[in-house]
Each structure stands twice: as structure tokens, then as C-alpha cells.
């Protein structure tokens, strides 16, 4: 739900840009040897703007449009019980009072709500071992080979469980993140059998941590061919722009010359 929070942000101190948002710029920069292959992962937060709680001392200020009781009951899916339990007025609660519902957790229509989004998520990949020295972002230098090893090896010393294998040593890893979408690149040797599972496996359970539900559905493991924020990834070499929207893009330009005067 867009929630029109522009009064509200127009109070407010306005918001730094959400940090090291994800563009498309920044993945034809991505070196791999010879010898490798790009392997892409990727993990969705399941409708996570709605699991970001507002802190209490600050919901009266998130106030929605008046609504009677009756309506949001009738029409909201909301039952009476429900409404009654999180009723903090002091008039009587019945059917025709009206009420201002209150956000609980940050609308997206709030200016701050991006920024508090991409930096919850981009903490949980830190605690997964995911430093910003291996984050793909335009505002940060490409990270180096060297430094997408180090990310394997640091990922593998906070989960001592989950050592590396002689065959995974060469593994690097590289990540972009964008609001609720984490995207992992890690370049292994060609023919490599899921080499980002250890690093899947400490991110699957930072985000849990952190009491961000994941959709588990979107789950997408170590594929050579995928399709990231409008940019496809193929056959684990090359990066072009997504077909499909590239074939829209044609038939309108197509359409605006045949049409225009």
C-alpha cells in the first residue's frame, strides 16, 4: 500500500539517499577469470515494507483518513474485536464513532521509508559476512578480486560449521542490494556445483535474525542465466539488457516513427 505521507515528510529533516542503492551501471564492470563462471543468487523480503515497525512514541504522527467503524469493519476485513483491542481513545467505541487509523509499520508514500529499508537489509548482509568492500553500488569502487575472496573466507570464519572445501577456495563473492531485493554474485570455476551456499546460508540466517520474513518463493540459487533489476545475466559470462523490455521499447519507438507526422 502507498500511503500519502507528503505532508508529513515535508515536516520531517529530509532524508539521505537510501546507501549504495543498486543501478544497472555497475554490472558490466564485473571482472571474472577465463576459467569462471557468474553464478547469481538472489533473496526477496516478502511485502517488507509492511514488516518495518514505526516505534510507538511516533505512530500519532502516521494518523490515516477518518474512518467510521462500521466502514472498516464492512470494508476493511477488520473485525470489531480487532479494532476494540487497539482502541486507545477515551470516548466509548461503537459502530458510528469515527477513528484515525494509525501505521504501524513505515508507509512507503514516507520519505525516510527507503532509506530505513535498504539500511535494515543492507545490515543483515554485514552480518552475513557481505562487507561493503564487495558491495556493487555506484557510489563505491568495484571490488577487486582480492576482495571478493576475502568475502568467501570471511563469510566461511563466521560460520566455523561451514568451512570451505579445497575446490570452493578460489570462490568470490560480490553483492547488490536493492530495497528488498539482495542480489549475489559469486564467480567459481566453471562447472562449479553451488558455490554460494555457504554465504546463502549465513544471509538466509542474518535476515532471519533480524525478523525480516523472506519470500522464500522468489529464492533464486546459483543460476548462470538470470535476470537482475532490468539487466539479464547469461550463461554465466555476459550482461545485456533485459529482451523483453528491450522488444517493448522497440515496437513503441517503432509505433511513435510510424505514427509521427
Not at 113 to 137: E, K, T, Y
Not at 170 to 180: E, I, P, S
Request: proline share 7%; glycine share 6%.
Amino acid at each position: 500500500e502507498v500511503w500519502n505521507g507528503s505532508n508529513l515528510s515535508l515536516a520531517t529533516v529530509r532524508p539521505p539517499m537510501p546507501p549504495h542503492m543498486a543501478t544497472p551501471e555497475v554490472f558490466p564492470d564485473i571482472e571474472i577469470d577465463p576459467g569462471e563462471h557468474l553464478f547469481v543468487s538472489k533473496r526477496d523480503a516478502s511485502v517488507y515494507f509492511d514488516q518495518l515497525f514505526i516505534p510507538k512514541s511516533i505512530r500519532l504522527w502516521f494518523g490515516r483518513p477518518a474512518v467510521k467503524v462500521r466502514d472498516l469493519v464492512r470494508l476493511g476485513g477488520v473485525a470489531f474485536e480487532d479494532v476494540r483491542r487497539a482502541y486507545t481513545g477515551k470516548t466509548a467505541l461503537h459502530d458510528d464513532i469515527v477513528i484515525y487509523p494509525l501505521c504501524r509499520s513505515w508507509p512507503m508514500g514516507f520519505s525516510w521509508s527507503s532509506f530505513i529499508a535498504q539500511s535494515v537489509l543492507l545490515n543483515c548482509c554485514v552480518a552475513a559476512g557481505l562487507g561493503h568492500d564487495v558491495l556493487l553500488a555506484s557510489d563505491l569502487p568495484i571490488p577487486s578480486k582480492e576482495a571478493t575472496e576475502r568475502s568467501y573466507a570471511n563469510v566461511c570464519s563466521r560460520n566455523r560449521r561451514h568451512s570451505p572445501q579445497r575446490s570452493d577456495a578460489l570462490c568470490g563473492h560480490r553483492y547488490a542490494l536493492a530495497t528488498d531485493d539482495v542480489m549475489l554474485f559469486t564467480s567459481a570455476r566453471v562447472g562449479a556445483i553451488d558455490p554460494a551456499a555457504r554465504t546463502l546460508r549465513a544471509l538466509d540466517e542474518a535476515i532471519q535474525r533480524r525478523g525480516v520474513q523472506a519470500a522464500t518463493h522468489k529464492n533464486v540459487n546459483d543460476q548462470l542465466s538470470e535476470t537482475c533489476i532490468g539487466v539479464d545475466f547469461c550463461d554465466g559470462r555476459y550482461v545485456a539488457p533485459n529482451a523483453k523490455k528491450v522488444c517493448r521499447l522497440l515496437v513503441a519507438l517503432a509505433h511513435c516513427i510510424s505514427t509521427s507526422p
